[in-house]
């Protein structure tokens, strides 16, 4: 003898368990932090790591060099010292004179090319990425001089509420 039994769901209509499901997903991913190389590549704020350090994109090419005063998410000044940003200069020495040597080093070695011919495309190429090695240079030392701090954000809304 065979018995079947039947077991019925009813789930109401008016709930939309796909889209109450989707938007939880959305809402973990807003709360999940930027990383600090995530950071460091789209210059970020180092304290709040969501306020922007420049004013335009790195390939417009208007007003290149130019850096709010302060953080528009967290506060957080942008020129912590005097003569802050020589700092970056030493940065952008270091690892730019690594790649130049691995650049025209795997160039003449690896590719095959002439010591002249390395050196003219490397020349083009940091030429090019000019504006992009500068703000990069600044982007890690301001990660290197500032640490995170997870409520950054929270803290500056605290202190304009309480103004
Ligand atoms: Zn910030």
Redesign the pocket.
Known sequence: MNFVIKITIEIPKNIDICSTFKSNIKMEKQEKKRGVLSSVFSM????????DLFYTHTFSYSRPTEMPE???????SFSPEPGFWFGAMFVSYIWMAWFCLFFVGGGILLAGMSVNGAFALLIVICAIFYFWIFRISRSMWIHIYVSYDPL??SK?KARLASK
Not at 70 to 76: D, R, T, Y
């Open positions: 970020k704020c180092p304290r709040c790591r969501e306020g302060k953080c528009e998410v967290c506060n957080q950054a954000k500056n």
